[in-house]
C-alpha cells in the first residue's frame, strides 16, 4: 500500500486557505464571476455575443469564465450582471457578536 496522505479541513474560503491576501475580495470576485457564467449558460449565450452584451472582447470572456480575475474589479463584474438582467444589492448590517470582523459575501436570492 502507498504512503497516507495527510488530509486538513479547510475554511469555507479557499483563497484565505492558501493565505492570499484580500482572500474575501478573491472570494466575492470568483462567486460573482461563477454567477455571470451562470446567465451565459442559461442564455445559451456564446463568448462572441456575450462580448457584445458586456461592452468587452470576446477573449476577456473568455478569461472571465476560466477564472482569470486579475483584470475585473468586483464593481465590474456587478456591472456586468447588471448589463445581463440581474440585479444587484449590497447590504451592510453589524456582525453578530460572534465575530470580530466584518466579512464580504455574494449570495443568490432565492
Do not use: W
Amino acid at each position: 500500500m502507498g504512503e497516507r496522505m495527510k488530509v486538513e479541513a479547510g475554511s469555507d474560503n479557499v483563497f484565505a486557505d492558501l493565505g492570499l491576501a484580500d482572500a474575501e475580495e478573491h472570494r466575492a470576485k470568483a462567486e460573482l464571476a461563477s454567477r455571470i457564467g451562470d446567465v451565459l449558460r442559461a442564455r445559451r449565450l456564446t463568448q462572441a455575443a456575450a462580448a457584445e452584451v458586456l461592452g468587452i472582447d470576446q477573449p476577456k470572456v473568455s478569461r472571465l469564465l476560466r477564472g482569470y480575475l486579475t483584470n475585473f474589479s468586483a464593481e465590474r463584474l456587478m456591472r456586468f450582471l447588471t448589463l445581463l438582467g440581474r440585479d444587484v444589492e449590497i447590504v451592510v448590517r453589524p456582525v453578530p457578536r460572534s465575530r470580530r470582523r466584518g466579512r464580504l459575501r455574494v449570495v443568490e436570492a432565492a
